[in-house]
């Protein structure tokens, strides 16, 4: 949808749902790409006006007059616009959410695939030894809530020890609240736990 003279009406087809938008330029490359839980709101509020493109307080701000035209895919929930964004930047890789050229300062995935129940944590260390690396990822704020949802979904560990013990012989306060499956504690096979891992390997 181009945006230029007609931001009122097309504003007007944007839906309060949760979902990924897309800023495109003049030759339909995607230089942006952003999610929201509200798709109407967040779009919105890079907007002064209803008349013009202008974007206040965002950080964003320096391809004001780039954007030529607007798409956005309405997701079922927050957890599939996340993973979403995530995807479509990876694949797209837009200019303005790449824009520092240096990807010494940014963050990896590591997945620590020498260890018997594997870590999965951001790092922007690249010399662990026995881990595999994903990334490097320019938007840390989107990929900190996408790991955040899939420890939460396939409930991988996050403590930090390389071998996890049996404290007191008894499951961690995250087990209790499902937010780790305990495999120290023989709540899942070594098997399904790696399993688990996999599954998360494919969003990166």
Do not use: W
Not at 38 to 43: A, D, M, Q, S, Y
Not at 72 to 79: K, L, M, Q, R, S
Not at 127 to 136: D, H, L, Q, T
């Amino acid at each position: 949808m181009e945006l230029k003279n007609n931001i009122k009406n097309v504003l007007s087809i944007v839906p309060k749902k949760p979902g990924v938008y897309l800023f495109k330029d003049l030759k339909g490359r995607i230089i942006y790409v952003g999610k929201a839980k509200n798709l109407l709101e967040r779009i919105r509020s890079y907007f002064l006006s209803g008349e013009t493109i202008s974007f206040v307080n965002h950080p964003i701000s320096f391809f004001t007059g780039k954007i030529n035209t607007l798409d956005f895919i309405v997701t079922d929930n927050e957890i599939e616009a996340l993973i979403l964004e995530s995807s479509l930047i990876k694949k797209n890789r837009p200019k303005y959410n790449i824009h520092l050229k240096d990807d010494k300062s940014y963050p990896y995935i590591a997945f620590m695939e020498s260890e018997q129940f594997p870590r999965v944590f951001i790092t922007r260390n690249r010399n662990i030894k026995g881990a595999r690396y994903f990334g490097p990822y320019t938007n840390v704020k989107s990929i900190k809530e996408t790991l955040e949802v899939l420890r939460k979904v396939f409930q991988i560990r996050d403590c930090r020890k390389s071998k996890p013990g049996k404290i007191k012989n008894s499951v961690c306060l995250n087990y209790h609240i499902n937010l780790c499956s305990a495999p120290c504690m023989g709540k899942i096979s070594g098997q399904d736990y790696k399993k688990n891992v996999g599954y998360i390997k494919m969003f990166f």
